[in-house]
């Protein structure tokens, strides 16, 4: 069957698919039979693995939830670091696509690890993953706070930027100098490189490859960041977490979510490859995810 359409599911939807005791094996029946499917990240599966945390025994049912979605064969989607390795691959290979989707061997790695999960097991790995991205969510924001700080003139230029304008500058920037400088860095993090002549080259080969979507959606990302906080004057806890997730869908057509205030950003950042849509729970999400 060749797939048409990708939904990527925002976390909150996983959730509400249980708690509206949605029938997974309908569910994947009915969108294959429309030539559509859920994926699911490495990243999505980390992120849910937090439940552990407040709530074991429903974590539990969310991911035997979660394992009966994988059994019945969705697609697994790489996350946005191994994403932009494989762009980086593709660049470097002429390639004309990008693989963005698990192979077999993942997809049963997959499987082995919701299978885990669902009988209660947090190993070390997932673990490491949550206090990883706590540190890492945590890490970014301050470092944004005293960019600002050391940097008043930066902050004046972003605010500068009226929410009209927001779309068009953020394409000028993704594809000038700017948007090289940003990419580059978080190249350097993704290799675990100290050349930094090497990640500026890549870069710019990168924004201005074809085939590359995660690459750019991340330069995106960080300069609606850094406008938002400069507009807003505020730096919310759980933003960098928040936006991380929805580039996540960049290979997907639809980015699912139940969360309005991702309305504001989500389109500028996974345009023109992803749609977001907003769950309205007007409707049961079986319904509504048949429809989008």
């Not at 005293?146 to 953020?170: C, H, I, Q, T």
């Not at 057509?253 to 139940?258: E, G, K, P, S």
């Amino acid at each position: 069957m060749v797939i048409q359409k990708l939904i990527y599911l925002d976390t909150n939807l996983w959730n509400k698919m249980l708690d509206q005791s949605v029938d997974p094996t309908a569910l994947v029946s009915a969108l294959r039979q429309s030539g559509a499917s859920i994926a699911l990240s490495g990243q999505t599966v980390y992120e849910l693995t937090r439940t552990f945390s407040a709530t074991p025994e429903r974590a539990k049912k969310l991911f035997r939830h979660v394992k009966a979605y994988v059994d019945a064969g969705i697609v697994g989607a790489y996350d946005n670091a191994e994403l932009l390795r494989a762009e980086v691959k593709a660049l470097y290979e002429d390639a004309d696509s990008v693989v963005a989707y698990y192979s077999p061997a993942d997809y049963a790695a997959l499987k082995e690890e919701v299978g885990k999960l669902a009988e209660g097991l947090l190993d070390e790995r997932a673990r490491s993953f949550v206090s990883g991205r706590l540190a890492l969510a945590q890490a970014t924001r301050e470092r944004q706070n005293n960019l600002f700080e050391r940097r008043p003139d930066m902050k004046a230029r972003l605010f500068a930027v009226s929410k009209d304008e927001l779309p068009g500058w953020l394409d000028e920037q993704v594809r000038g100098d700017v948007g090289a400088v940003v990419l580059a860095k978080h190249l350097i993090h993704t290799h675990s490189s100290t050349d930094r002549d090497a990640a500026s080259s890549t870069a710019q080969g990168l924004l201005t490859h074809p085939a590359s979507r995660i690459a750019k959606a991340i330069v995106r990302a960080d300069l609606f960041w850094a406008w938002r906080c400069a507009r807003r004057n505020s730096n919310p806890r759980d933003l960098a977490d928040d936006l991380y997730h929805v580039l996540n869908a960049a290979y997907c057509d639809v980015y699912a979510t139940a969360d309005s205030g991702q309305r504001e950003y989500a389109s500028l950042l996974l345009s023109p490859w992803t749609r977001p849509v907003i769950y309205d729970e007007n409707t049961s999400l079986t319904k509504w995810l048949l429809t989008v």
